[in-house]
């Protein structure tokens, strides 16, 4: 063969070799933009599912594909949009445990080179569809358990209250002399405060006070001294109370904390004879500490009194240390228990907010 022929041959095949690099090259960087732009719309949603699959059809044009169609299942929410228009699709299907996605694309050609595209942007739509269904299911788990530990938490006052109306209720079936009557009367102008604190304290939980606006919230000032004496009162149990203590925060929120701890020592006190309650009130500047101790028994398996459902009492609901704990650490605070060979000792850390 003439090598003057095969030359033009080459060159000619090269050629068509390039324009074909450059077209694959060009469809490609044109497919990817319009993929980064996808990207970018669902961080702008905010990961919004419903958002997502209503905003981003126009983006399908760019990509030269006609038409999308999806169902997706989790939880108990389904969304659906069924295939419209004809042509070859392209599918996949996700299933797992909480979830169910089904996507597809009508793609407006299919050979190829096309199709290569086509299979990378039904694998990028799926990821971006999975990561905003797994989002929406974190964010409804986590409502549902806040609302469930709200319901907890409720659940327990309001057995605290109803324990404490039976309580009224045997007495004032019991007032036989007008001595007892006085002795009654005494009692409830010391405890009604504290029980109207705890009503209080429920209707706070009622109206929902979110946890970072508890913490932000510059509340009232509350006398530790004043509250834990009426606390005290309350379960008629000698307390001890050393220095003082102003502090800025929400009240119910410090019954919420310290009506808890004392009931745990009271309700020790009815099984042991004897057992008096210590409280030590110190202020550290920007912070508040006050420590609770009981001369009682030494108490087993400390490190699990904060753990919720677990109590050591016939008939408890192991939610009263786990909603003083979770009450201390929504303000920014926490307790702990300090190490003692007998009794209790609860150590109580409260932030002070800042002046501003």
Known sequence: ???????????????????????????????????????????????????????????FEKLKINDFFYTIHYLDTTLQKPKSRPGKPFEKNIQRKDYKITIG?????????????????????????????????????????????LQTFILHDVKNLAQFIGSLSYNVHHLETDEKKDRFIDYLKE??????????????????????????????????????????????????????????AEEYMLISIFDNLLKNIYEKSLQESDVSCHIELEDLGDRTRVVISDTGSFTAERSRLFEPFYSTKKGGLGIGLYQAKNAALTMGGDIRIL??????AFEVILPKPEEG
């Open 1 to 59: 063969m003439n090598l003057e022929l095969i030359y033009p041959v080459f060159i000619l095949t090269g050629l068509v070799i390039i324009g074909v690099l450059i077209y694959l090259r060009s469809l490609t960087q044109r497919a990817m933009r319009t993929v980064l732009e996808m990207i970018d719309l669902n961080t702008k949603l905010e990961y919004d599912l419903h958002q997502f699959l209503s905003e981003s059809l126009p983006l």
């Open 105 to 149: 694309i009508v793609p407006r050609h299919s050979r190829g080179e096309q199709d290569f595209l086509n299979t990378i942007v039904l694998e990028i739509l799926s990821v971006i569809i999975e990561m905003n269904v797994l989002i929406k299911i974190k964010v409804i788990h986590e409502a549902l358990y806040k609302f469930s530990k």
């Open 191 to 248: 405890t009604l405060p504290v029980i109207s604190r705890s009503g209080a304290k429920i209707i706070g939980l009622l109206e929902m006070h979110g946890e970072a606006d508890d913490e932000n919230s510059p509340g009232i000032s509350v006398d530790l001294n004043s509250l834990l004496e009426n606390l005290a009162k309350h379960y008629k149990m000698p307390c001890a109370i050393k220095g003082q203590a102003i502090i800025q």
């Open 339 to 344: 190490p003692r060979t007998s009794g209790v």
